[in-house]
């Protein structure tokens, strides 16, 4: 069965397979440098590494240390692991797996 967003739109669409076609960190580099600032990169990454650390089990307080994310941002991570679409459960089993 496949995934159907609730945000599926056209622009959407396309910004997926713009990421797509990225080859290496560099093109990654090049066009989120481009496309975000880089309070946004800095956001993504956090979120990553907060989800990262949760699937890890560390409590709220080691995360909230360790990547200066707050509680809140922290505890909507959380709801996402355990109620969302499974993006984070799937490009961290991608991650360990690469490792």
Partial sequence: MAYE???KRDDI???FKAILTLQDEEDCYRFFEDICTINEIHAIAQRLQVA???SEKRTYS???EETKASTATISRINKCLVYGSEGY???LSRLSSQK
Avoid: T
């Fill in 89 to 91: 459960q799937r490009i």
């Fill in 62 to 64: 080691e995360i909230e």
């Fill in 5 to 7: 967003s609730k945000f």
């Fill in 52 to 54: 990262k650390l949760l």
């Fill in 13 to 15: 669409d396309e910004l």
